[in-house]
Nanobody, 121 residues
Framework: VQLQASGGGLVQAGGSLRLPCVAS????????LGWFRQAPGKEREFVAA???????YYADDVKGRFTISRDNAKNTVYLQMNSLKSEDTAIYYC????????????????WGQGTQVTVSS
């Protein structure tokens, strides 16, 4: 199983980025897909997830700014990030799980390598 995240970079506060994560080696349609992030000196934290049926759920501090979506035909999950803030600076990871409503990193079986997002103020 491989999850390949990309799309990170340096952006000014208030700007936008879109992170794609392409999966291979798994039956993509059967998995809940999530995004997590980890800032320096902090624990990895939940950002958003999308269920098998397309239902979405978000961490409180990204609601209304971030949108997660999936394209099963392309085995890809996306994280659209708008109105970025300096506190969004982190390495962003995509992950896959069979658990419904999985908010904790330990519930995810498969992980990508991460992509760096840096927001300058």
């Amino acid at each position: 199983v491989q999850l390949q995240a990309s799309g990170g970079g340096l952006v000014q506060a208030g700007g936008s980025l879109r992170l794609p994560c392409v999966a291979s080696g798994l039956t993509f349609n059967n998995y809940v897909l999530g995004w997590f992030r980890q800032a320096p000196g902090k624990e990895r934290e939940f950002v958003a997830a999308v269920s098998v049926s397309g239902g979405t759920y978000y961490a409180d501090d990204v609601k209304g700014r971030f949108t997660i979506s999936r394209d099963n035909a392309k085995n890809t999950v996306y994280l659209q990030m708008n109105s970025l803030k300096s506190e969004d600076t982190a390495i962003y990871y995509c992950a896959a799980t069979f658990y419904y409503r999985a908010y904790e990193a330990r519930q995810y079986n498969h992980w990508g390598q991460g992509t760096q997002v840096t927001v300058s103020s």
